[in-house]
Antibody, heavy 118, light 107 residues
Framework: QVQLVESGGGLVQPGRSLRLSCAAS????????IHWVRQAPGKGLEWVAV????????YYADSVKGRFTISRDNSKNTLYLRMNSLRVEDTAVYYC???????????WGQGTLVTVSS | DIQMTQSPSSLSASVGDRVTITCRAS??????LNWYQQKPGKAPKLLIY???SLQSGVPSRFSGSGSGTDFTLTISSLQPEDFATYYC?????????FGQGTKLEIK
């Protein structure tokens, strides 16, 4: 069965960096674009970034552009999100989700919590 | 970026009621509109894709309609497990923006 498992979240001070991982299994990882979506406590869903199936194309929300970098290692079936210059407002649960072409995000991980606080 | 606006932001209803949630895009997105259900502490779940296609396993009381800029999600007869937050999302643009969500509560 399709599984996406995020890891790497935790408490970090403003201005510091963190790298999230998303381990995929149960499908051909290298055939799908993958997204990061976040949700601040008590708030709605915010799309963060997407990477194409082969890693050649990457797109970001304006709120993270220039600070976050999405990447993938298809040999390890793993997606990453490098987050630099973290801000308090980046505090959220971060989900990875599989892209189903133009049909939405059909599988999601359980999420990993990132807390940015001094 | 394409902005997605949902209404209402919250809704109180009773078991058995028919409810409708609307979603408006800031520009035409054809039929590239998806709906998700999220329950507290859980990841979102894809309900409807392509504006009107039901994801596998989703009960038939859920339906979607619309095209262009205006879309609706309808639940024909609310069940206790349907009380949750619902989000629309466009997949017309690579930057896959979400609506702000509609919280469906028990009256």
């Amino acid at each position: 069965q399709v599984q996406l498992v995020e890891s790497g979240g935790g408490l970090v001070q403003p201005g510091r960096s963190l790298r999230l991982s998303c381990a995929a299994s149960g499908f051909t990882f290298s055939s799908h674009a993958i997204h990061w979506v976040r949700q601040a406590p008590g708030k709605g869903l915010e799309w963060v970034a997407v990477i194409s199936y082969d890693g050649s194309d990457k797109y970001y929300a304006d709120s993270v552009k220039g600070r976050f970098t999405i990447s993938r290692d298809n040999s390890k079936n793993t997606l990453y999100l490098r987050m630099n210059s973290l801000r308090v407002e980046d505090t959220a649960v971060y989900y990875c989700a599989r892209d189903w072409n133009y049909n939405g995000l059909d599988y999601w991980g359980q999420g990993t919590l990132v807390t940015v606080s001094s | 970026d394409i902005q997605m606006t949902q209404s209402p932001s919250s809704l109180s209803a009773s078991v058995g009621d028919r409810v409708t949630i609307t979603c408006r895009a800031s520009q035409s997105i054809s039929s590239y509109l998806n709906w998700y259900q999220q329950k507290p502490g859980k990841a979102p779940k894809l309900l409807i894709y392509g504006a009107l296609s039901l994801q596998s396993g989703v009960p038939s009381r859920f339906s979607g309609s619309g095209s262009g800029t205006d879309f609706t999600l309808t639940i024909s007869s609310l069940q206790p497990e349907d009380f949750a937050t619902y989000y629309c999302q466009q997949s017309y643009s690579t930057l896959r923006t979400f609506g702000q969500g509609t919280k469906l509560e028990i009256k």
